[in-house]
């Protein structure tokens, strides 16, 4: 399907990229045109038919598109490099999902909760590289992809699951109990994309349910385990083609290998994947906004019942008012998750022991004490050292606000665009009302997912008009040899006393008031 609405530019869309060229545009463009082609081959032509089978029948799903993805390289762009992924971050994952969501949201999501899904493991260190994302990208050459979810909302708890000071009031009723070899998990997760097609979940529970603030803590979960069950798929008003579903653990087993990142950690592993994902959903709403605004303008300029309208000046205005405003969210998820890669988290990733690491064939990682030792607490103390030594509470803070307000932002900007673009076509646009009626069904889900607006705009206020730094890196610890060779943790220290903490307390200045 061929549209009125000229192909924009990455310059265009974005100019200070081609002012700049401070992105690796080239790499980019071509992850981007690999996302329009997939969006226009499969997604808009398959968009209506989707959303009206996932309507009557929730739990239907067509695996069909996911192998059409994975022939695309949409599952396996966040994956590290040397996984066998194209390596990206959040700016990638936010211009994917724009291209994506501007064809059909619905299906789009399916790609966006697979990539929140694994976010978790790329800040989990190098525990994590082998196994699990090494399997999905070969299970993307194999054509039988598998699909990840990320599970944090409970029935009691949605909002306050979502942020670290809420948590400790929140109404946790999951637990991970811990048995020899690891843990058994139990309890309900609720509204979770992909929850019912997913073959491994990134899940939040609590090893103590009366601290759960303090030990929240992220698994990783193969959804083949004994005792993991669907128990409900949602009846959905938008974003139909990705199911959500509530997801039952009776006593799940976990092996302790398998907690990403390290025990107790959650709550701050939460802080920074929600910093990353809401750039993406800032993405996802100016892709709803544009595919609207590209709609109308379409019919504006072809269909015979239109004729004449473009002449008149309110048309005209609306249009602009259109234009604006999803230039200004375009605007503001690329000023967020250009600071999230570049200032808070890129120097993380692209770090020269990082990137050493990586350059070790799988083959070697993969032998019994290499992997030991990824898998340690050395290891994962080391990967949180890092990180401290990388960045800093303040910038992640910061970044959160920013990453809060694209979504939220994105968020009203796609409801006002497609509302716009249905009152301008009317009851005479034919086919295309369809088309944007759906879309402004779909809108509503980016004011909620990923924490509501209100929350959202909570952590604006916080980290920009209020200059508070949160905590949300998770605490330095040191490994003490005991008398008896064996080793302990500090698990409770926030700091280590030896840290390079010089980045915190410089970055934080006077403004940092936790
Ligand atoms: C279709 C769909 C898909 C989803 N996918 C996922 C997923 O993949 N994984 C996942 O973990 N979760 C997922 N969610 C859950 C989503 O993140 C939550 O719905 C969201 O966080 C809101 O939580 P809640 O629904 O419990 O609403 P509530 O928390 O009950 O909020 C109700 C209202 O009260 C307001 N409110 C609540 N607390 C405060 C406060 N402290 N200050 C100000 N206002 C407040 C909210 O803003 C909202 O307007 C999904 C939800 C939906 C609907």
């Given at each position: 399907m061929t549209s009125i609405a000229r192909e924009r530019s990455l310059g265009e869309q974005f100019p200070r990229l081609a002012a700049n060229g401070g992105l690796d545009a080239p790499e980019l463009q071509r992850l981007r045109a690999r996302a329009r082609r997939f969006a226009e081959e499969h997604l808009r032509p398959r968009a209506l038919e989707i959303d009206r089978r996932t309507g009557e029948e929730p739990g239907w799903f067509d695996w069909n598109l996911v192998r059409a993805g994975a022939e695309h390289g949409m599952l396996s762009f966040l994956i590290p490099k040397p996984d066998g992924g194209a390596g990206g971050l959040a700016t990638q994952a936010a211009v994917v999902m724009e291209e994506l969501c501007a064809a059909c949201p619905g299906i789009a999501l399916i790609f966006g909760a697979h990539a929140l899904g694994i976010s978790p493991l790329l800040l989990g260190g190098p525990s994590q590289w082998d196994g699990v994302l090494a399997e999905l990208v070969a299970s993307e050459c194999t054509g039988e992809p598998q699909l990840m979810a990320c599970a944090i909302t409970e029935p009691e708890a949605g909002t306050d699951v979502e942020d670290p000071d809420l948590l400790r009031l929140a109404r946790i009723t999951s637990h991970a109990r811990r048995v020899p070899g690891g843990f058994r998990l139990s309890g309900t997760k609720r509204f979770i994309s992909n929850g019912s097609v997913a073959r491994w979940i990134t899940i939040l529970m609590p090893t103590d349910p009366r601290h759960a603030a303090e030990t929240w803590t992220c698994f990783l979960v193969?959804?083949?385990?004994?005792?993991?069950?669907?128990s409900r798929v949602e009846h959905k008003m938008g974003q139909r083609a990705c199911p959500a579903a509530e997801l039952t653990f009776e006593d799940v087993f976990v092996p302790a290998e398998r907690i990403v990142g390290r025990e107790a950690d959650g709550a701050a592993a939460t802080t920074i994947v929600l910093a990353c994902s809401r750039p993406p959903v800032g993405a996802i709403a100016t892709g709803i906004a544009r595919g609207a605004y590209e709609r109308v303008l379409d019919w504006l300029h072809e269909d015979p019942t239109a004729?004449?309208?473009?002449?008149?000046q309110h048309v005209q205005l609306a249009l602009a008012d259109m234009e604006e405003e999803i230039h200004l969210a375009r605007q503001l998820y690329m000023d967020a998750a250009t600071e999230l890669d570049h200032a808070a988290l890129g120097d993380a990733m692209s770090h020269p022991v990082v990137r050493s690491l990586a350059h070790v064939p799988a083959s070697i990682r993969g032998r019994a004490p290499v992997r030991g030792w990824l898998h340690s607490d050395r290891a994962r103390d080391a990967t949180i050292a890092l990180l401290h030594r990388t960045t800093s509470e303040h910038a992640v803070t910061r970044s959160l606000a920013l990453s809060s307000m694209a979504k939220a932002r994105g968020g009203d900007v796609a409801m006002r665009v497609t509302g716009a673009a249905l009152e301008l076509a009317g009851l005479r646009a034919g086919p295309v009302r369809a088309e944007l009626e759906k879309l402004w069904r779909d809108a509503k889900l980016t004011q909620i997912y990923e924490g509501t607006n209100q929350l959202n705009r909570l952590e604006v206020y916080r980290g920009l008009c209020h200059e508070e730094t949160i905590q949300c890196l998770p605490p330095l610890r040191r490994i003490h040899p005991d008398t008896d060779g064996k080793t302990r943790t500090n698990a409770h220290a926030h700091a280590h006393p030896d840290a390079d903490t010089d980045r915190n307390a410089s970055a934080n200045g006077d403004g940092g008031r936790s």
């Open positions: 193969d959804t083949r385990s004994e005792g993991f069950a669907v004729k004449g309208l473009l002449e008149r």
